[in-house]
T-cell receptor
Framework: QQPVQSPQAVILREGEDAVINCSSS?????VHWYRQKHGEAPVFLMI?????EQKGHDKISASFNEKKQQSSLYLTASQLSYSGTYFC???????????FGPGTRLSVLP | GAVVSQHPSWVICKSGTSVKIECRSL??????MFWYRQFPKQSLMLMAT?????????EQGVEKDKFLINHASLTLSTLTVTSAHPEDSSFYIC?????????????FGPGTRLTVL
């Protein structure tokens, strides 16, 4: 079952922060985050496993709330290069039922 | 990160012809390869999952006889769109995973844009 992402789209000024949420109606085993720029393939950002993981790299971090069946991606001090569509992908069980969310379109303006 | 290539990058064909798209993992052995289809401004829709040496598992609503998938080796999977029609025009993306799911990410190919006239 496809996870729900919010917001659908967001416009930021360079340097502002953003949060993208991904939630599922079913229990999750893992949440994957990818970014896709127009006309290009998705690029992996990070994976979070059940157990309440939080991860980060540079100014992008994410958390996984197993109880709430949701994950949030945090973009701090946005850069122009952060523009793109962010997809979360979820697995309900180990190695099963991987499905991408509908995506969140992020635009960072100068 | 690992590199996945797709060939061709784009193809234009006439209705009724068959088109083959290759997906290769260049620097790792892919236990599993995935084929996605993406329409403009939409999410990636999983079409099928293939494991080397076994038959592909197709998602509901995807015609097995129309979208033939072969995963002949740990580095190569092919998708053949048979008797293509204009409604098959789309962006087809493959991805490859080195191990089992969970903490193994998918590495995506650059995609193939298919246009059927």
């Amino acid at each position: 079952q496809q996870p729900v992402q919010s917001p659908q789209a967001v416009i930021l000024r360079e340097g502002e922060d953003a949060v993208i949420n991904c939630s599922s109606s079913k229990a999750l085993y893992s949440v994957h985050w990818y970014r896709q720029k127009h006309g290009e393939a998705p690029v992996f950002l990070m994976i979070l496993l059940k157990g309440g993981e939080q991860k980060g790299h540079d100014k992008i971090s994410a958390s996984f709330n197993e109880k709430k069946q949701q994950s949030s991606l945090y973009l701090t001090a946005s850069q122009l290069s952060y523009s793109g569509t962010y997809f979360c992908g979820t697995e309900n069980n180990y190695g099963q039922n991987f499905v991408f969310g509908p995506g969140t379109r992020l635009s960072v303006l100068p | 990160g690992a590199v996945v290539s797709q060939h061709p990058s784009w193809v234009i064909c006439k209705s009724g012809t068959s088109v083959k798209i290759e997906c290769r993992s260049l620097d790792f052995q892919a236990t599993t390869m995935f084929w996605y289809r993406q329409f403009p401004k939409q999410s990636l829709m999983l079409m099928a999952t293939s494991n080397e040496g076994s038959k592909a598992t197709y998602e509901q609503g995807v015609e097995k006889d129309k979208f033939l998938i072969n995963h002949a080796s740990l580095t190569l999977s092919t998708l053949t769109v048979t008797s293509a029609h204009p409604e098959d025009s789309s962006f087809y993306i493959c991805s490859a995973r080195a191990g089992a799911a969970g903490n193994n990410e998918q590495f995506f190919g650059p995609g193939t844009r298919l246009t059927v006239l």
